[in-house]
């Protein structure tokens, strides 16, 4: 396949699943915004709005030189490092958590731009530096810190998932970049007391690691949303129940049009939704993979394959918290879950990549 062969592919994969999305977005949603007294369509239109200029934003940056984002590497990643210390000192408190900058009716999370500005600081500095990257004081300390002060802004807006996301992609495109793996369990064994502290400093996150440990010890407290989410599952069997039909929806499944949307294909879908799903997720990673390998240069190999790593690690962590594979954490599943902040970054991080596979070698 060449480069315009998986290009369109690329194009027509994303549209649909971004289709398939809003669909879902509006089946999954109608009772929930009709209950809050903003219309059945109130979550559907937010999305279409989203969907739209993310897609022009895609277009945009499909256009753009993506070799030019390498100058703007550190810039960016200053960016956003103060966008995330205004989240800190002006953003509103949610639920006891600081997250999000509201204007114009439409709220924006800037840790999901926090995860595109890694990716490039990171393919930006394996260009530059790949030589020295088995060295950990010379090739892996400095990115290591960097990369760290952010997740530190992150995590003390009270969010561990995104984090993780980032934390994970990042080492595993160092070690694709030549990183020694002792360097790996270095970097595991700093953090590792440091997420300890995070889930024990709150009573909640520790009730989750119990709860994930056996749903039914509390099914009408913590465990009563993985529980409904296994149900939804379960109960759509081969077929499903129908577009429309599904009874965990109504007010029984929390979250049920954003993290928690791939039991609502499940249980209206059934097995073959469920699997139909994943399969688009594996093209996609087959094709973000192939754009990575053809790049021109080492920065748009691991600028391509940290866009098709951070969208592919986030669907496997969020279908997996849905079967209870993993514990219970706000991550939405790309492309299909309704969420601004994270489908506009992630249409911004396709149009990269396919700006990438424009430029690449046939």
């Not at 396949?1 to 999305?21: E, T």
């Not at 469920?274 to 754009?291: D, E, H, K, R």
């Amino acid at each position: 396949m060449g480069k315009k062969g998986v290009y369109n592919f690329l194009l027509i994969l994303i549209v649909l699943m971004v289709c398939i999305g809003s669909i879902m977005v509006f089946s999954a949603s109608g009772l929930m915004a009709d209950f809050k007294g903003k219309g059945q369509m109130h979550y559907f239109l937010r999305q279409f709005v989203v969907v739209l200029i993310g897609a022009f934003c895609a277009w945009m940056f499909s256009r753009y030189d993506y070799n030019k984002l390498k100058e703007y590497a550190i810039p960016i990643l200053v960016v956003t490092a103060g966008i995330l210390v205004g989240v800190l000192i002006f953003a509103p408190s949610i639920n006891g958590a600081r997250r999000w900058l509201r204007f114009a009716g439409f709220s924006f999370q800037p840790a999901e731009m926090a995860k595109l500005s890694i990716i490039i600081f990171i393919a930006a500095y394996l260009q530059d530096n790949h030589k020295k990257i088995k060295d950990f004081k010379q090739g892996i300390l400095f990115p290591f810190i960097i990369i760290s002060l952010i997740l530190i802004l992150i995590v003390l807006e009270k969010d561990l998932g995104i984090p993780f996301i980032i934390m994970f992609t990042s080492l595993v495109l160092f070690y694709i970049g030549g990183m020694r793996f002792i360097h790996i369990f270095y970097m595991i064994a700093a953090i590792l007391p440091c997420v300890v502290f995070a889930i024990i400093k709150y009573p909640y996150r520790v009730k989750r690691m119990m709860i994930f440990i056996d749903p039914w010890s509390d099914p009408a407290g913590a465990g009563y949303q993985i529980i409904q989410s296994l149900s939804a599952i379960g109960s759509g069997g081969i077929r499903g129940k129908g577009l429309g039909n599904s009874v965990m929806k109504n007010l029984f499944l929390p979250e049920a049009h954003t993290d928690f949307i791939f039991p609502i294909i499940g249980e209206e879908f059934g097995l073959a939704g469920t699997i139909t799903i994943l399969f688009l997720f594996i093209c996609f990673f087959y094709a973000g993979v192939y754009v990575a390998k053809h790049a021109n240069n080492i920065f748009g190999n691991f600028l391509a394959l940290g866009i098709t790593f951070l969208i592919t690690f986030q669907a496997i962590f969020n279908i997996g918290v849905s079967i209870s594979l993993f514990p219970t954490k706000g991550l939405p599943l790309p492309f299909i879950s309704f969420g601004g902040s994270a489908i506009l970054m992630t249409l911004i991080g396709i149009g990269v990549l396919l700006n990438i596979c424009k430029q690449a070698n046939k």
